[in-house]
């Protein structure tokens, strides 16, 4: 199991941008599948973004294609989630998670969640 830890949220206009990151401790962090979730209120949480173990290829949701970037840096074990163009239907706190699968895509995929980060987009 691997630990992990967002940070990055915040509020932000419609039509900006942040980046989340997601700090991972706990080896190998090469081995693991890593994706974003996020869950707006009353809704379920979804798979917003997803980053294979096995050759780093990216999968988005629709709805973030074009406009979110989900990347890895391996040296320094740590995720991130580039969000541009943000909308309002983009609020929801984020969480990072991780799964030894190669191309996971359900909540019971990933065991290892972080604590998860707010991000609160204005008109």
């Known amino acids: 199991q691997v630990q992990l830890a967002e940070s990055g949220g915040g509020l932000v206009q419609a039509g900006g941008s942040l980046r989340l990151s997601c700090a991972a401790s706990?080896?190998?962090?090469?081995?693991?599948?890593l994706g974003w979730f996020r869950q707006a209120p009353g809704k379920e949480r979804e798979l917003v973004a997803r980053?294979?173990?096995?050759?780093?290829?990216?999968w988005y949701i629709d709805d973030v294609k074009g406009r979110f970037t989900i990347s890895r840096d391996t040296a320094r074990s740590t995720l991130y989630l580039q969000m541009n163009s943000l909308k309002l239907e983009d609020t929801a706190v984020y969480y990072c998670?991780?799964?030894?699968?190669?191309?996971?895509?359900?909540?019971?995929?990933?065991?290892?969640w972080g604590q998860g980060t707010q991000v609160t987009v204005s008109s």
């Open positions: 706990g080896l190998p962090f090469r081995d693991y599948t």
């Open positions: 980053i294979s173990r096995l050759n780093g290829n990216t």
């Open positions: 998670a991780a799964s030894i699968h190669d191309y996971p895509f359900a909540r019971h995929h990933f065991p290892s």
